[in-house]
DNA sequence: TACTATTTAATTTTT
DNA sequence: TTAAATAGTA
């Protein structure tokens, strides 16, 4: 067999990896140094030249970007579709496995997956129903503790309240909680991959036909399993299973949504006898851009150790510029961008990253005024958006009459007449009986209800069955029409003032075509209207559609992880914002954001600019901050300082003779201030000056106002008054 | 039921 | 600042 077209282009460490024997195997993959390469080619390797039955692979992802990515390639190496390769998320996996043995999850055939959004407003009804001070429980917190606890593989009966009552109380509830999905038969993102671990613990015999289907396992951005995930692998895997887990210890950003990078750890123990691969060299930036990222992330402990490196040449130094501000900041990266576009650069070359949302807003205002097209990432996507989710509901109640979250969704949406009351009524029944919504329905319109209610309970009923006769047989986008033009919908968003109900119209088009051009993976034994809920719940579908237009990319750093760009710039360095305030408190959380900081420098394949404000304004108020600590972690031979434009504000003292050889000054001197000074400021008051520091248009004092506390100011924007 | 005023809180996000 | 959630009013 010919092996040269797999292997040829891969380099020795990545050739290693991709030939290893039949043998637990642990890859640390840098970034930029052919991850993904080295995954598909041992796929394409094992299949074609070791002559492996491509169902005996199994190959697992957390997004299904990449799944479908991973797919391609491979199914390109092979030169033929691999249908029979079962590439997906983890909860792709687990959904696939629930479906498939239903029978033994205690689950309904026709379950439903109910995404955060809806988990979140299950809580809510919850507690509302149980009458909790919501002023003392906050439903998110709630949400976050089941989700944190089904990540770690646990019940509610397996909890403990260790005569806690607050979380006591928590555990109620994610029993309550649990017993009402249950009922309706309904499975949150957690869910899946709880069930299906359970599901395989606990039956030797479905167990033993996966172990011995899945020969070899692939596993991609391995730290960012969490606990189940891991255990349902470790399950999977067997004694005889061959586990290839791709990962970075230095790229784990998730800790907070449960991943645990001590299973990079963990897994050497697990599977003794594990090699382990490191791949350093990088194919996607210049040295001195690599230089910084090992110098800064040198600064973690508990870490694998890797030293990422290049045949690259040195490249352009990293620029800092310091801004005045975050206006001045924006303005700045802007100028840079047009510069870039106006040299004839793609301007989808180039990326802003930023630690927070909030950070886009000045970002997107300095380029709209520059008249640069941009795109931001994020933000809700097509199957998250109200009116999609309302068709949905629809459909689903269609589909499966006890999906609570889906009737109250829209039992009165349009407003037909079922108002708070009228539900409450419900409710009280369901919750009496443990029965849902619809059977509490029927049982409360002969009995509990005014003749108006229950006559407005009936019609709603009996839309909802004629909807299901209806539409029964339909291709499935005539019957997602159908659904749409009998919920009343269309009319309800047309009433809608402004662009808006136009839009939401719009969308339940979309959604039309989105179900014509779905195609059902045959295999699988659902419905095709089951299917598409599913799909619709697994895959939220794009963020912004318009992703051909040549424009600058706009996103945090978590969501630049993967992606790579010729110019990037990082935003907002500064202490307290990144690494954000929250995290600075616990050291397992600023290494955390240092490896974000980590991940974000080695997104920029040849330019690289960091950016921080010396004063900025959050949450309304003006603060000044001080340069992030990141900054100081790279050296300073790699970086070269964007000098600020020529001073723009009133200089404290313009006889001062500039920075330094000015010998004997004192650096308050200097500036034209001496500490322990009275100052007063329009509208922090009087104060004294307790430091400073920096010099010309960035000098800055630090004073203690008698009422405001301690402040730093920027001499040149204070407008302070020496007295 | 729909609109308006007030209050509150404010990382990161995929499934 | 601002967005969202809640409370109050027509």
């Given at each position: 067999?010919?092996v040269?077209?797999i292997?040829e ?6 050739r ?9 195997l642990?890859?640390i993959?840098g970034?930029?140094?052919g991850?993904?390469r080295?995954?598909?080619h041992?796929?394409?390797w ?16 957390f997004?299904n ?17 691999a249908s ?9 996996l ?39 001070d919501d ?21 509610a009966?397996h ?11 928590m ?12 009922r ?5 993102f957690a869910e ?6 359970e599901?395989l ?19 991609d951005e391995?730290?960012d ?11 999977l895997?067997?004694t ?14 998730y800790?907070?949504r ?23 060299q ?5 040295a001195?851009i ?13 870490r ?11 490249g352009?130094?990293?620029?800092v510029?310091?801004?005045?501000n975050?206006r001045?900041e924006?303005?700045?990266?802007v ?11 793609p ?10 949302n909030?950070?886009s807003r000045?970002l997107e ?6 008249g640069?097209?941009y795109?931001v990432y994020g ?8 009116e999609?989710?309302?068709a949905?509901?629809?459909l689903r ?6 999906d609570?979250s ?16 009228t ?13 849902s ?7 409360v319109?002969n ?7 229950a006559?407005?309970?009936?019609a ?10 209806e ?6 986008h ?8 009998l919920?009343?919908?269309?009319d309800?968003f ?13 969308n339940l ?6 179900a ?5 993976d045959?295999?699988?034994e659902?419905?095709?209207?089951d ?7 697994l895959e ?5 559609a ?5 424009c ?5 750093m ?5 992606l ?13 914002l990144f ?10 959380g ?13 997104r ?13 304004r ?5 603060s000044f ?7 100081a972690?790279?050296p300073?031979?790699l ?7 020529v ?13 330094r ?5 004192s ?5 034209g ?11 922090f ?8 520091e ?9 004073v203690?106002?008698?009422?405001a ?6 001499l040149?924007y ?6």
């Amino acid at each position: 067999m010919d092996v040269t077209p797999i292997l040829e282009s891969l380099n020795e460490a990545q050739r290693q990896a991709v030939t290893a024997p039949a043998e637990p195997l642990l890859v640390i993959a840098g970034a930029g140094s052919g991850k993904t390469r080295v995954l598909t080619h041992r796929a394409a390797w094992l299949i074609d030249v070791q002559g492996l039955a491509p169902e005996s692979l199994l190959a697992v992802t957390f997004t299904n970007k990449a799944a479908a990515e991973m797919r391609g390639r491979i199914e390109s190496l092979l030169g033929t579709p691999a249908s029979h390769l079962w590439i997906g998320t983890f909860h792709g996996l687990a959904h696939r496995l629930l479906r498939r043995h239903w029978r033994e999850t205690g689950l309904p055939q026709n379950f439903q997956i109910i995404d955060s959004d809806d988990q979140l407003r299950l809580i809510k009804r919850l507690m509302k129903g149980i009458g909790l001070d919501d002023s003392q429980w906050i439903p998110r917190e709630v949400q976050y503790f089941i989700n944190a606890q089904k990540d770690e593989g646990l019940r509610a009966k397996h909890l403990d309240d260790d005569g806690d009552n607050n979380r006591r109380q928590m555990i109620t509830l994610y029993q309550s909680y649990q017993e009402l999905c249950d009922r309706g038969g309904l499975v949150d993102f957690a869910e899946l991959l709880l069930r299906a671990h359970e599901l395989l613990r606990d039956n030797a015999n479905i167990l033993a036909h996966y172990q011995r289907r899945f020969q070899h396992l692939l596993v991609d951005e391995f730290q960012d399993t969490n606990a189940i995930q891991y255990a349902w692998l470790r399950l999977l895997a067997g004694t005889e299973g061959v586990p290839f887990v791709v990962g970075d210890d230095d790229q784990s950003i998730y800790r907070w949504r449960g991943a645990r990078v001590e299973h990079i750890f963990q897994f050497q123990k697990d599977f003794p006898g594990t090699s382990v691969i490191k791949l350093e060299q990088n194919y996607r930036s210049t040295a001195t851009i690599l230089k910084a990222a090992n110098a800064l992330i040198e600064n973690n402990s508990s870490r694998m150790g890797k030293n990422l490196w290049t045949d690259d040449e040195e490249g352009e130094p990293i620029r800092v510029y310091s801004a005045y501000n975050e206006r001045d900041e924006a303005d700045f990266i802007v100028g840079r961008l047009r510069d870039w576009s106006e040299q004839g650069n793609p301007r989808a070359d180039a990326a802003v990253l930023y630690r927070s949302n909030a950070q886009s807003r000045v970002l997107e205002e300095a380029l709209m005024n520059a008249g640069l097209p941009y795109r931001v990432y994020g933000g809700l996507r097509f199957f998250e958006r109200a009116e999609v989710k309302d068709a949905l509901a629809y459909l689903r109640l269609t589909s499966h009459r006890d999906d609570d979250s889906s009737f109250e969704r829209v039992v009165n949406k349009p407003t037909r007449g079922i108002g708070a009351r009228t539900l409450e009524i419900m409710r009280t029944h369901a919750r009496a009986n443990a029965c849902s919504m619809w059977q509490a329905a029927s049982a409360v319109i002969n009995d509990g209800l005014s003749g108006r209610a229950a006559t407005a309970v009936v019609a709603f009923m009996s839309l909802i069955e004629r909807m299901t006769r209806e539409t029964d047989g339909m291709e499935l986008h005539d019957r997602v029409d159908h659904v749409v033009q009998l919920s009343g919908l269309i009319d309800h968003f047309r009433k809608e003032k402004g662009e808006r109900g136009e839009t939401r119209i719009e969308n339940l088009e979309e959604l039309v075509s989105a179900a014509r051009g779905y195609a059902r993976d045959p295999a699988e034994e659902m419905s095709e209207l089951d299917a598409f809920l599913a799909h619709a719940a697994l895959e939220a579908g794009e963020g912004q559609a318009d992703a051909w237009e040549d424009c600058v990319q706009l996103m945090t750093m978590h969501s630049a992880k993967g992606l790579e760009y010729p110019l990037v710039f990082l935003s907002g360095l500064e202490d307290g914002l990144f690494p954000h305030q929250r995290s600075v408190a616990d050291p397992h959380g600023l290494e955390e954001e240092r490896r974000l900081c980590y991940v974000g420098i080695t997104r920029a394949k040849r330019t690289l600019y960091i950016t921080h404000a010396e004063q900025r304004r959050l949450h309304g108020m003006d603060s000044f901050a001080q340069p992030s600590r990141f900054l100081a972690e790279i050296p300073t031979e790699l970086v070269e300082e964007v000098r600020p434009r020529v001073q723009v504000s009133r200089p404290v003292r313009p006889s001062s003779r500039s920075s330094r050889g000015s010998g004997s000054m004192s650096p308050a001197a200097e500036i034209g201030v001496r500490l322990g000074q009275r100052v007063r400021h329009g509208k922090f008051g009087d104060g004294v000056i307790l430091n400073c520091e920096g010099q010309g248009a960035h000098a800055r004092v630090e004073v203690n106002f008698e009422t405001a506390g301690t402040k730093w100011l920027v001499l040149g924007y204070a407008n302070l008054d020496l007295m």
